[in-house]
């Protein structure tokens, strides 16, 4: 059975830092990207970061510079440290995995951020 399951989301105040982990388990093939993404009510769901089975990461224009996506591969277990967190960061973020030329979703954790 898939599973992802995310972690570290929370309040905490502008200029923050906080750190999410997605692990994931229960997958018959191999994990290819795994991503964060965020949304917030009324808007669309938005790609924050992403990283490759090798590592290559891609940034939305908003984080960089701020956030950095990592990944343990013998965890399954991707990272997003988020630092200089600003109000606007704050969101409900879910994680993303690729398997199998399917994606799957974590249920998401909200992070918010004060001013």
């Known amino acids: 059975q898939v599973k992802l399951v995310e972690s570290g989301g929370g309040l905490v105040q502008a200029g923050g830092t906080l750190t999410l982990s997605c692990a994931a388990s229960?997958?018959?093939?191999?994990?290819?990207?795994m991503g964060w993404y965020r949304q917030v009510p009324g808007k669309q769901r938005e790609l924050v970061a992403r990283?490759?089975?090798?590592?290559?990461?891609n940034y939305a224009d908003s984080v960089k510079g701020r956030f950095t996506i990592s990944r343990d591969n013998a965890k399954n277990t991707a990272y997003l440290q988020m630092n200089s967190l600003k109000p606007e960061d704050t969101a409900v973020y879910y994680c993303?995995?690729?398997?199998?030329?399917?994606?799957?979703w974590g249920r998401g954790t909200q992070v918010t951020v004060s001013s």
């Open positions: 990283i490759t089975g090798v590592r290559t990461t």
């Open positions: 993303l995995v690729n398997s199998g030329l399917r994606d799957y």
């Open positions: 229960g997958f018959s093939s191999s994990i290819n990207a």
